[in-house]
């Protein structure tokens, strides 16, 4: 049966979920998410949330994410998302989140990149207590409803717009979901890397789709590797060791337990020292100590990353723990402007799965629940300020038949994506070499 809602958001992350609180509740609003709805990288976030803390900090805040992005970031997108840091943060409260606080007053942490402490947090599954949070509220709205298990697997298209989606659910049934608007927050590509700390699940699907129907991309090459994950020989998701460890006093060591790096640098930094310094000792790790923070820090700051540690056969308290660099986040995707459109009518994109050059070349820590945040409402708040559209009497044909050899397309779409990634990154190199020349 083909079912028809005002909105459909794809994606139950932090983007998503937040998105579809901004509509007022007269719009019907449909989330589908391929996993549960817990199940998002939103949910597995450690570190935290940045905010500017007073306007003396925007000047440093805004050197920081640039210096951080390799200067290539869009200079527009990233004044948006610091400016709307604290009207973020008050709209996250009102919803129930809470972050660490001394006597009543918000306590902040440092990550690397970063010049001085603006980071909030909740212990250090920060993304787990906002995205729950949200995903409290939505469940509350008689005007959102939530489809779980349910993957988009293509769009739907009429006179050069996109009127909804092609999904398909658990028993494998192929339907249509019409809409006046279709918001993609389907998250990053983890999925299509062996080692990486995202759920297995995100496997670029709306790139994909977008290369399918010559939607624009951006900077599709630009993938971050985090520098500490940690080092294990079991199958599955890595398991991230957050970047305010670091920030907090955790040193990297060699396998001479001899500091190499300043632990403080951008990620990209520090991930190819590490890398450097695991081939020079011929190992598949680095050491990574917590000797510097008080155990009570530890366990009142750090319980999650204490206790998986732990689980592995280290106590962080005693011991170094062996750490090794994974894909962690996709700075590029669907190229959107500041208010979320793609270059198709009606098809707007947020969060990770989208690219207005807010992080440019490599992404500063703590600045991803902010950026799909900030850029997620003001999709919402520019949908609410279109009239509804009325989906017209001659609908795009859609034919499930099209669709029923799922298998073969989801290994397309994996192919897609990854010759997308290398093609941009080939073209990159040119152009940077030639820059270099030229210069």
């Known amino acids: 049966m083909e079912k028809e809602t005002d909105v459909v958001i794809v994606g139950t992350g932090a983007a998503g979920l937040f998105g579809a609180l901004q509509f007022p ?63 973020m943060i008050e709209l996250l409260t009102g919803y129930g989140v809470e972050f660490e606080r001394q006597n009543g007053e918000y306590i902040f942490t440092r990550e690397g990149g970063h010049s001085r402490p603006r980071i909030l947090f909740h212990e250090d599954i920060t993304g787990r207590e906002i995205t729950g949070k949200l995903l409290e509220q939505v469940k509350r709205r008689d005007n959102i409803t939530i489809c779980e298990h349910t ?50 699940h995100l496997t670029g699907d709306g790139i994909a789709i977008a290369i399918r129907h010559n939607i624009a991309l951006k900077d599709v090459n630009f993938v971050q590797i985090h520098p500490t994950t940690l080092y294990s020989k079991k199958p599955g998701r890595s398991f991230l060791i957050s970047e305010s460890v670091r920030g907090e006093g955790a040193v990297l060591y060699n396998a001479r337990m001899e500091r190499f790096v300043d632990e403080l640098l951008p990620r990209d930094v520090v991930t190819k020292a590490i890398e450097e310094q695991m081939e020079k000792d011929g190992k ?36 170094c723990i062996p750490v090794v660099p994974g894909q962690h986040y996709f700075m590029g995707g669907i190229r959107i402007d500041l208010e979320g459109r793609t270059s198709m009518k009606r098809l707007y994109a947020v969060g990770e799965t989208s690219c207005n050059g807010v992080h440019g070349a490599n992404r500063l ?19 609410t300020a279109c009239e509804l559209v009325e989906l017209p009497q001659e609908q795009a044909v859609f034919e499930p038949k099209n669709y029923t050899d799922r298998k073969k397309l989801q290994q397309e779409n994996r192919k897609l994506v990854l010759q997308e990634i290398e093609r941009m990154k080939k073209a990159y190199e040119q152009q940077h070499n030639h820059d270099v020349k030229c210069g």
């Open 25 to 87: 509740e007269s719009t019907k609003v449909t989330v589908i998410t391929k996993d549960v709805a817990e199940n998002s990288d939103s949910f597995l976030a450690q570190g935290g949330i940045c905010m500017l803390r007073s306007e003396e900090d925007y000047d440093s805040y805004y050197e920081d994410t640039m210096k951080a992005g390799h200067y290539r970031n869009s200079p527009e997108s990233v004044e948006i998302m610091i400016r709307s840091s604290r009207q």
């Open 151 to 200: 993957e988009m697997i293509d769009i739907l298209c009429q006179d050069q717009a996109c009127c909804g989606v092609v999904v398909v659910d658990a028993q494998g049934k192929i339907s249509a979901l019409r809409a006046g608007y279709t918001i993609f927050a389907c998250g990053g590509i983890g999925g299509l890397y062996r080692h990486s700390t995202n759920f297995a």
């Open 284 to 319: 598949p790790y680095v050491w990574l100590s917590m000797e510097r923070i008080a155990r009570e820090d530890i366990l009142g700051h750090f319980p999650n990353i204490y206790k998986r540690c732990l689980e592995e056969g280290y106590d962080v308290t005693k011991e």
């Open 365 to 383: 820590a703590s600045n991803s629940l902010l950026e799909s945040l900030v850029f997620a409402r003001r999709a919402a708040l520019d949908i």
